[in-house]
């Protein structure tokens, strides 16, 4: 009986093709080059971790009541959640943690907003008297910091901060960079110090010293104004008093009337409707019209109705003309002030200086 010869087709093909061999091995290398040159690599790949947490804190609490008052009320909505792998918790003094781990192919935005609808469906059996409500947390790799820059000089700290706010603006300009935080540096800050008893003598409230503060340091844009043939652009920093300004801070309502002509210039008419004043014992609405001229946005008129006296009924006026720029501000330089109708009286500017320097004692009595 003779043996037979056993034979592999494949193997038996390619020593006798040798030429092909070649050849099929010097494509796939090209084709392996060329697909590990254009496959994408990255220094610091996003990495999205499918996890959800929820922390819930709740002070004076053991921690096997925080499981069963807490830990417990949260999963129990949780466990229904579509893409929901596994759920883990912690229960600690005062301190609650509970991760929610999803599917790999889910998104991370959805998985989160899903845990937020059942942590809200939770809250009607958590305690009434919870500081906060739970928070629910994902983690981001791509947000945490890469790189710390770390900058010391023989500088003052408002130096350091400005070089700081140098650093990272040119960091931010890099189109690869998402965020830059300074972390350390002082924050420049007003301390407003008060006397109680001058507060209390005149009835005054912390919330009044706030408010008066918060009116009076508003910047406003107040359009364009043209200028020996030059349109500028006219910045109003509120650090003067002006009820248009800041109506609304003020409770003020400004309703737009429509548009009037006022000697010539093409004006739109405002309506500023203050709060209540007393005149002659009453209650009576405290109303001024501004009228705004539409081409510069510069107040060319106001007028209110007077309420009381020999001229109740009247209208005063008040007309401001001849702007100039003083220091970057547009200021009229002539107000003419008074009755509709009647006797007027200009008042001309030859000069406007802003926030001078002024010598106290031109304004003390004369001693005897």
């Known amino acids: 009986m003779k043996d037979k010869i056993k034979e592999f087709g494949p ?3 390619a020593i006798n093709n040798k030429t092909a061999i070649y050849v099929i091995t010097v494509l796939l290398s090209i084709i392996g080059y060329a697909a590990y040159q254009n496959l994408p690599k990255e220094n610091f790949p996003e990495i999205t971790i499918p996890k959800i947490f929820v922390r819930t804190i709740y002070p004076g609490t053991s921690p096997q009541n925080m499981e069963n008052l807490v830990t417990k009320q949260i999963e129990k909505q949780l466990k229904s959640t579509p893409g929901l792998v596994r759920i883990t918790s912690n229960s600690y003094q005062d301190y609650s943690f509970i991760t929610a781990e999803f599917n790999t192919n889910i998104d991370i935005k959805d998985a989160k907003q899903r845990v937020k609808d059942a942590v809200d469906k939770a809250k009607s059996d958590l305690p009434n008297n919870l500081p906060e409500d739970p928070s629910v947390i994902d983690i981001n790799l791509s947000e945490m910091p890469i790189l710390y820059v770390n900058i010391s000089g023989d500088f003052d700290l408002k130096k350091l901060k400005d070089f700081a706010d140098i650093m990272k603006d040119r960091i931010e300009s890099i189109k690869q960079i ?6 350390g540096a ?28 918060g009116y009076e340091n508003i910047s406003a844009s107040g359009g364009t104004i043209n200028i020996d043939g030059v349109r500028r652009t006219l910045n109003i920093k509120k650090e003067f008093p ?3 300004i800041n109506y609304k801070n003020l409770g003020y309502t400004a309703t737009l009337l429509g548009t009037e002509t006022i000697d010539g210039t093409a004006c739109h008419k405002v309506k500023l409707d203050k709060k209540t004043m007393m005149a002659e014992g009453k209650e009576v609405p405290n109303v001024e019209y501004y009228y705004i001229d539409k081409e510069n946005n510069i107040p060319i008129l106001t007028e209110t109705e007077i309420q009381s006296g020999e001229m ?3 209208t005063s006026q008040t007309k401001y003309s001849d702007y100039q720029e003083v220091d970057g501000v547009i200021v009229a330089f002539s107000q003419t002030s008074g009755i509709k109708d009647g006797m007027t009286q200009t008042i001309q500017f030859d000069k406007i200086s802003l926030n001078p320097k002024i010598d106290e004692s031109k304004f003390l009595f004369p001693k005897k």
């Open 242 to 244: 002006n009820a248009l």
């Open 186 to 213: 002082l924050e420049q800050e007003i301390q407003i110090n008060v006397d109680l008893n001058k507060m209390n003598a005149a009835q005054i409230s912390f919330t009044d010293i706030e408010r008066a503060i």
């Open 178 to 183: 998402s965020g830059v935080d300074i972390v």
């Open 312 to 314: 109740k009924g009247k």
């Open 11 to 13: 193997s038996n093909w």
